[in-house]
């Protein structure tokens, strides 16, 4: 089988990552594409993230209409720093004669050597770069290239949906309407557990 790992806060999730994750499951063929919502990021301030059950709940609604598309929860029930490594040696463990893809940003593309045991990473996935904005692709194959002799790394062609949660959180701040930048679930989540409101 190949089976994409899709790791990110999804703070919440919106159609940006679902595009992206659908656009992915194609474009590599896929037969299972996995989001992993991140525990304790070592990258970011978790102060404005929901619980991670709320952002396991949202990701479920969200992959509701996609049979290809499913939820692990790893990260979230680890006591420590969500580490891609880990996250990349469990994948490992559970599918062990399998294909593994993870899916990283543009953005992360460009720090990758900075991540912790980037090497090992390399050695164990094919990284598979998605867009962030348009028009990028030739600054990421040239970016790709310096990394390939570390292991296989594919920049995916699809065309980004530019949506940012930190633009949303903001939007569901200002009462405005989210119907397209979230799935309709998802909205309803938000809305009934009143998430995302500073009181």
Not at 97 to 118: C, P, R
Request: charged share 30%; aromatic share 10%; with cysteine.
């Amino acid at each position: 089988m190949r089976i994409g790992i899709y790791g990110g806060s999804f703070n919440p999730v919106h159609n940006g990552h679902i595009n992206l994750a659908v656009s992915a499951v194609s474009e590599l063929k896929l037969d299972k594409l996995y989001f992993v919502p991140s525990g304790i990021s070592p990258h970011r301030s978790s102060a404005e993230y929901v619980s991670g059950d709320d952002r396991l709940e949202m990701l479920k609604l969200a992959c509701i209409a996609s049979e290809k598309l499913d939820v692990c929860d790893y990260e979230i029930r680890q006591n420590r720093k969500s580490y891609t490594i880990y996250t990349v040696e469990e994948f490992r463990r559970r599918f062990p004669h399998d294909e593994l893809f993870l899916l990283v940003g543009s953005d992360m593309l460009m720090i990758f050597e900075t991540w912790n045991q980037f090497e090992d990473i390399l050695k164990a996935v094919t990284l598979a770069v998605v867009s962030r904005k348009s028009g990028d692709i030739a600054e990421l194959e040239k970016k790709a290239e310096t990394l390939r002799k570390y292991g296989d790394i594919i920049v995916c062609s699809a065309e980004p949906l530019e949506i940012s949660s930190t633009e949303i959180r903001k939007k569901i701040e200002k009462n405005e309407k989210l119907s397209c930048y979230l799935d309709e679930n998802v909205v309803q989540y938000i809305t009934s557990n009143k998430l995302y409101k500073k009181w």
